[in-house]
């Protein structure tokens, strides 16, 4: 696959997403949107991973390139280029899709669990999935899905914590991806972050987890993998059906 990701600040990277593209033998880009790198042809694209980031959707004027990226992001799920979004990512695409962002009631910061939802059974990027297990997060902002979309996953501090949209576009809140040193690099640049909260834990709660670091891997791992499965189903279909027409819209997203 060619895999394309986009980088908010540098202290967020894709981290285990790239050592999983690594290992498979992926081709991956990437675009740092604080360097102001240009923005992909999505005819170069397979699969694209919009990263987290401490800015909120609707901060355009601060972060001008914004409206630029949700655009990106509408022409990706409306070409069924396969999306994954992750914290800031999965808030963009919801707003995309025709979803509400805003300040949630509690911040969510460090180890919480989160529980599977009925439809999680029927996705096939989420049906293999543990029923309940303990992610990573750091997020202050959540969001309502449009019906269009199935909510996958919630947590006692946050309703959406994951959700699919068609076939192709997976939205996560919390850090699957995340490394010890990903951990201590978004302590150390978030700290801010850290009042009291029933839902935020203090710096030495967050580090060293390596039994739950190792599962939110281990999950990643079969996300991806599934996204990958889905990806080559697609270029079978191409490949055995020569008069088809292009995958074409998913639908026509704010229009």
Same mark, same amino acid.
């Given at each position: 696959m060619r895999i394309h990701y986009v980088q908010h600040v540098p202290f967020e990277t894709p981290e285990m997403i790239a050592v999983w593209a690594q290992d498979k033998g992926h081709e991956v880009t990437s675009q740092r949107l604080f360097e102001n790198d240009p923005f992909p042809s999505l005819s170069d694209v397979d699969m694209l991973v919009v990263l987290g980031g401490p800015m909120g959707v609707k901060d355009e004027k601060e972060f001008p390139w914004?409206?630029?990226?949700? !655009? %990106? =992001?509408? +022409?990706? &799920?409306?070409?069924?280029?396969?999306?994954?979004?992750?914290?800031?990512?999965? !808030? %963009? =695409?919801? +707003?995309? &899709?025709?979803?509400?962002?805003?300040?949630?009631?509690?911040?969510?910061?460090?180890?919480?669990?989160?529980?599977?939802?009925?439809?999680?059974?029927?996705?096939?990027?989420?049906?293999?999935?543990?029923?309940?297990?303990?992610?990573?997060?750091?997020?202050?902002?959540?969001?309502?899905?449009?019906?269009?979309?199935?909510?996958?996953?919630?947590?006692?501090?946050?309703?959406?914590?994951?959700f699919v949209y068609g076939d192709h576009v997976v939205g996560l809140q919390f850090h699957l991806e995340f490394s010890d040193t990903s951990i201590q690099r978004i302590i150390e640049h978030c700290k801010t972050d850290l009042e009291q909260g029933t839902y935020v834990q203090q710096p030495a709660e967050m580090l060293g987890r390596s039994q739950w670091l190792e599962q939110s891997n281990e999950i990643l791992t079969q996300l991806l993998d599934a996204m990958e499965a889905k990806a080559q189903a697609w270029n079978r279909e191409q490949t055995h059906t020569f008069d088809e027409a292009p995958r074409g819209s998913f639908r026509n997203i704010g229009d």
């Open positions: 914004l409206a630029t990226e949700k !655009q %990106l =992001i509408k +022409e990706a &799920i409306q070409s069924r280029t396969l999306v994954l979004g992750i914290c800031l990512g999965a !808030q %963009l =695409i919801a +707003e995309v &899709i025709g979803g509400e962002v805003y300040k949630n009631d509690k911040k969510e910061i460090g180890w919480f669990p989160v529980h599977l939802t009925n439809d999680a059974a029927q996705s096939e990027y989420f049906k293999n999935f543990p029923r309940d297990f303990v992610p990573f997060h750091w997020h202050g902002d959540t969001f309502h899905l449009p019906s269009e979309a199935s909510r996958i996953a919630s947590s006692p501090g946050c309703i959406n914590q994951a």
